[in-house]
């Protein structure tokens, strides 16, 4: 998979090629990344094209064809001849920027190092280790690429290593940059805000900088810490795909530039507005990795290449390949008014439904009774739960039902009797007050006694009932993101410094807890990233339940994540979040493409609702192994908040099929959806079809009249599948095949 031939790196595997070269035997260029080729033979040699103010090094000043800020380059740096957005920046104790890193050495690794209190990939798989050394001798680099032999994903990290005797300070450490030979993309990227998380956008890279970035100490509901560049005729299907993943939770930066020669670069890191790391002689740092993916076969390539990585390659809990709970959550249910009973009164129903898991959210500890208070304070308030955990949870299990549990363990507030004892153990900046959100004040875990306390806290918790799921939340972002522990050169140092102090709290508690589940969330989905998928599976998506919002919200995440992955509850009508009424069977089906669960109060389901819920959760418990592992592909384009969408998902034994219409037109086409990647010799028998209900019998008993029928793959594909006519709006279609 990797190889190093005449001054040549040649990394490639069935899906992409990715060649890099020596020029001048110092300079590391990049030459090339796209389908897999046999040999780079330099059939797009570089461009040595004497340009206007873009001048030479003094090693050849008169090779004024050869200047670093035309040429396409691994790691560039600014300011010594390239001008372009940088991939690193490092101040020397003399207080000037300028460094050249020239080729010095590479290894081939065949195992994959992990890296401390980081995630990290794993598997199977080369890495390419290509070290770098500044010319002066100031410091090292080494760059790190590892190849999968069954994935198109290529992970990137960087190292920097202090080789001098003064220290050094990083300003800016990306995990890749790459240049590409032309600016003939569109750029995807997902934005969004709390309660409407990645949104799908797509627009054409015009000339200057587009940056993707956060700088609030979470990967964050705005900015999605992914790109794809992609080419203006890609669809889902066809055409290709560069995208960048950053395997990292806290502030990050995507930058694109598209520069004055018509050539491209693409940088992913750090963000070097919340970041700077000083370097003792002989001190190393090292950057979070970044999953590139390359593919041919347009959006839905992009989409299976990713999840298959991240559930292979790195998801490491051992729930990872089995089908998840179905949950009653009793946030949306109770919110902070809650007791035994009425948990208990949640606990039965769930059961009679069919439900599997109970999850006690926000509340149970310290005097919570509403957002003001408690957080820090992690033991159990006895007033709502007189009987103790032990109680509770034992009272669940004997319903045959599995128990979570809800925590924040970041967070603190004013009232709280952890502040109280510890006030400057939140993140902070001298003679300036600290900002509230959510009335809620951050712990600096850039501290290790910080860090060490709530691992300590989190652990009584974990280990106080036998509790098989525990929700992670965090919910407001960094401000005065300064420690009072660092000195004044190191502040830069902080917002880093504490996830790192956060990966290791989780590295040790996932450890010591292996048996227990952990879902990610922060406000919804405001830490949806690679980087927390290492170290828990799932991610609760959106604090919006809406089913119409969560179309986009689910098809936005699911262009990156697994559907595994998402979290998908059931939530009541009219919405919380937004007031919408929507049909029960659409909240039902939206629910199902994700790891699905009820968010309500289930004990008011009328007597004909409970028995459609046993109906919803029956059917899914037998197809859910393939909706939650099956290859999940995009039917229709990823409906930019559009108005229909089409989902399938299809394993060896089952095909299924979801078809979502928001609002009806009159005169409106008849749709056709034509499933795609089926074997078109194999048949396909319909089993089950479920067209929509309206919303004015929400509740009724649904009879399906439809005929069991067997098609081959080849119809199914070519000729399509016809949406019946419904009048009626928040329409959700479900179709099970049995191959
Ligand atoms: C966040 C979560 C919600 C819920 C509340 C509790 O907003 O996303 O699901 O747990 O916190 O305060």
């Not at 007033?383 to 363990?409: M, N």
Request: hydrophobic fraction near 40%.
């Amino acid at each position: 998979m990797i190889k190093f031939e005449n001054q040549q790196f040649h990394l490639s595997n069935k899906f992409f090629s990715y060649v890099m070269d020596i020029a001048k035997e110092k300079h590391l260029m990049h030459r090339y990344w796209g389908k897999p080729i046999k040999f780079f033979h330099d059939s797009i040699p570089l461009q040595k094209i004497d340009r206007g103010f873009s001048g030479q090094l003094a090693t050849f000043p008169n090779e004024r064809t050869f200047s670093l800020d035309v040429l396409p380059q691994e790691y560039p740096v600014q300011g010594h001849t390239d001008f372009r957005i940088p991939a690193y920046r490092v101040e020397l104790e003399n207080g000037t920027n300028i460094s050249e890193l020239n080729y010095k050495a590479y290894k081939i690794l065949d195992s994959k190092p992990a890296l401390k209190n980081l995630p990290a990939s794993f598997g199977e798989s080369q890495t390419l280790e290509i070290e770098l050394e500044d010319l002066n001798k100031n410091f090292a680099v080494k760059l790190y690429y590892t190849v999968f032999e069954d994935s198109p994903v290529l992970i990137r990290s960087a190292k920097f290593i202090n080789i001098s005797d003064k220290a050094i300070k990083i300003r800016h450490a990306s995990s890749a940059s790459i240049d590409f030979n032309d600016n003939d993309f569109d750029i995807i990227n997902l934005y969004g805000g709390h309660a409407a998380e990645r949104t799908i956008q797509r627009h054409k890279l015009q000339r200057g900088i587009f940056e993707i970035s956060s700088a609030r100490g979470a990967s964050s509901h705005q900015q999605s810490p992914f790109v794809a560049l992609v080419r203006p005729e890609t669809t889902e299907f066809t055409g290709e795909v560069y995208a960048a993943s950053f395997i990292y939770s806290g502030s990050f930066a995507i930058k694109v530039e598209a520069e004055q020669f018509g050539t491209t670069r693409l940088v992913v890191g750090l963000n070097p507005e919340t970041f700077s790391w000083k370097l003792e002689p002989g001190e190393d740092f090292q950057t979070p990795e970044v999953a590139l993916n390359f593919s041919a076969e347009g959006l839905n390539g992009l989409s299976q290449g990713f999840h298959n990585f991240f559930q292979k390659h790195l998801i490491r809990s051992k729930f990872k390949n089995d089908v998840r709970p179905i949950l009653i959550n009793n946030w949306e249910a109770t919110y902070f008014d809650f007791d035994e009973n009425k948990l208990l009164a949640l606990a039965d129903c769930a059961k009679d439904l069919g439900l599997e898991l109970l999850v006690l959210d926000d509340g149970w500890f310290g005097k919570r009774n509403d957002d003001n208070s408690s957080l820090g304070d992690w033991f159990l308030n006895t007033k709502k739960i007189p009987h103790g955990l032990q109680f509770l949870v034992d009272e669940v299990h004997k319903r045959g039902l599995k128990f979570g549990i809800w925590v924040e363990p970041e967070m603190t507030n004013e009232d709280s009797e952890l502040f109280r004892a510890h006030p400057d153990w939140i993140l902070h900046a001298p003679n300036y007050k600290t900002s509230f959100g959510r009335h809620q004040l951050i712990l600096d875990f850039s501290r290790a006694e910080v860090v060490d306390y709530i691992t300590d806290a989190m652990r009584k918790v974990f280990s106080s009932a036998p509790i098989d799921y525990v929700k992670v939340d965090m919910n407001r972002h960094m401000t005065e993101a300064f420690s009072p522990t660092l000195p004044a050169d190191r502040q830069f140092e902080t917002q880093h410094r504490y996830m790192l102090g956060l990966y290791g709290m989780w590295e040790k508690l996932t450890a010591e807890f292996p048996n227990i589940l952990f879902e990610n969330c922060s406000g919804g989905g405001g830490r949806f990233d690679a980087g927390f998928l290492y170290y828990m599976p799932q991610t609760w998506t959106s604090d919006n339940s809406d089913a119409v919002c969560r179309l986009s919200i689910q098809a936005g995440t699911g262009l990156a994540f697994p559907i595994v992955t998402q979290g998908a509850h059931v939530s009541v009508t009219p919405n919380h979040q937004v007031g919408r009424m929507t049909t029960f069977q659409m909240r039902n089906f939206v629910a199902y493409a994700g790891t699905y669960g009820f968010e309500l109060d289930i004990t008011k389901f009328t007597d004909t609702e409970k028995s459609e819920v046993r109906d919803y959760v029956k059917l899914y418990k037998e197809i859910r192994s393939t909706i939650q592992f099956g290859k999940f592909t995009r039917l229709l384009t990823a409906a930019y908040e559009g108005n229909e969408y089409a989902w399938q998902f299809e394993d060896d034994n089952r095909l299924i099929v979801m078809y979502f219409k928001i609002l009806q037109k009159a005169a409106a086409p008849v749709r056709i959806l034509k499933l795609a990647g089926l074997d078109a010799n194999k048949n396909y028998t319909l089993k089950k079809y479920l067209p929509p209900k309206k919303l004015s019998v929400d509740g009724g008993k649904q009879i399906v009249n439809f005929e069991e029928k067997t098609f081959g793959g080849d119809e199914l594909m070519n000729a399509g599948i016809a949406i019946e006519k419904i009048d009626t709006d928040f329409a959700a279609y479900l179709w099970v095949f049995e191959k």
